[in-house]
Nanobody
Framework: QVQLVESGGGLVQPGGSLRLSCAAS????????MSWNRQAPGKGRELVAA????????TYADSVKGRFTISRDNALNTMYLQMNDLKPEDTAVYYC?????????????WGQGTQVTVSS
């Protein structure tokens, strides 16, 4: 059974840093693209960063480029999101996600989310 468990969220002041983790299980982690997404209050869910392809090509939303870094440790089945220079507009619930191929069907999976609050 696929499981994605986020951790590392919290309350941080503007300009501060946090590192989110996503522990994955139930599938061959190294074989699949992974992404971080977020949902702010009253807004839709948006892609923040993704790792795709055999070379783990990184993609970032324009709003986080230069401040956030996505990475993964396949030996630990864990993905990370290093967030620096945090801004109040980064406040959101952050989710990790993947799509796993199950008998020819790509099935989306999401973690339960971790809250990030940026406030003074």
């Amino acid at each position: 059974q696929v499981q994605l468990v986020e951790s590392g969220g919290g309350l941080v002041q503007p300009g501060g840093s946090l590192r989110l983790s996503c522990a994955a299980s139930g599938f061959t982690f190294s074989n699949y693209a992974m992404s971080w997404n977020r949902q702010a209050p009253g807004k839709g869910r948006e892609l923040v960063a993704a790792l795709t392809g055999a070379r783990d090509t990184t993609t970032y939303a324009d709003s986080v480029k230069g401040r956030f870094t996505i990475s993964r440790d396949n030996a630990l089945n864990t993905m990370y999101l290093q967030m620096n220079d945090l801004k109040p507009e980064d406040t959101a619930v952050y989710y990790c996600s993947t799509h796993v191929n199950r008998r020819g069907v790509w099935v989306p999976y999401w973690g339960q989310g971790t809250q990030v609050t940026v406030s003074s």
